[in-house]
């Protein structure tokens, strides 16, 4: 068992017995972890943060190498993102890339650039004015860096490049050039500007991206066939995303 120190963003957290919790923990020195802090709920004192969903800490902790439970010791808080917090659809946002994190990412599977993503993520969210542009950014980058992605290069068949009408396949994972569309009777058609989107998206930086225009039809797209790609392929609707929904149809 070794001590190792960690800046972490704060993905989940559950109370366990009537003492402690488990928190669940994105690094980028280690990927995803799971860590027990015990007496916090009785002595919060002990510790320096409060572990708020998307904050920003540095722990210490003990790494257990026969379990995937770590004991954390400490906790300092580096960033609670208070911009965030004052706007309910910027916070839900937030949770919504923690819970796709964590809905992704294997334990201990470290990926650096993913870290830089969701903390560059969380702090335009914190400043920009265009929050659903953020985080539909955000699920594009984190979905290519991951190695989840839906396939919008080439045919997911053949593989040929296509030119010309697409379809997009949900039980495929990815675009459908006409020669291939027979494959999969419930593809949708998908507009070229939404599979220009994506790739523009994956191949460039997060202030390109912003930058990016992005007009409110092909949005609308995006946000269907990604989200329904999520679903499909995790075999459940994120808990965030159904607020998200709630909070769209309110508007």
Do not use: W
Request: hydrophobic fraction near 40%; include cysteine; aromatic fraction near 8%.
């Amino acid at each position: 068992m070794s001590i190792d120190k960690a800046q972490v963003l704060i993905l989940n957290k559950r109370d366990i017995r009537e003492t402690s919790i488990i928190v669940d923990f994105y690094s980028k020195e280690f990927g995803k972890l799971s860590g027990l802090l015990k007496g916090i709920r009785s002595e919060p004192e002990k510790f320096a943060s409060n572990l708020e969903p998307f904050s920003l800490n540095e722990i210490i902790f003990y790494r257990k190498t026969h379990s995937s439970l770590h004991l954390v010791s400490q906790a300092d808080k580096l960033d609670n993102f208070t911009g965030i917090r004052a706007s309910i659809e910027k916070t839900t946002q937030a949770v919504f890339m923690m819970e796709l994190i964590n809905s992704i990412m294997q334990a201990e599977d470290r990926n650096e650039e993913l870290f830089d993503l969701a903390l560059i993520s969380l702090k335009e969210l914190e400043t920009n004015y265009n929050p659903a542009k953020i985080a539909t950014i955000f699920k594009i980058k984190m979905l290519n860096l991951s190695g989840f992605k839906p396939h919008f290069d080439s045919c997911v068949s053949c593989s040929d490049i296509i030119n010309g009408q697409a379809r997009f396949s949900l039980s495929l994972g990815g675009l459908l050039c006409p020669r291939c569309m027979q494959k999969d009777p419930a593809s949708r058609l998908i507009f070229r500007g939404t599979i220009a989107t994506v790739l523009h998206i994956e191949r460039n930086s997060f202030s390109a991206s912003l930058n990016l225009g992005m007009n409110p039809q092909i949005k609308k797209e995006l946000d269907i066939i990604l989200n329904a790609f999520l679903s499909f392929h995790l075999g459940k609707e994120l808990k965030s995303q159904k607020l998200l929904n709630k909070l769209e149809v309110a508007v």
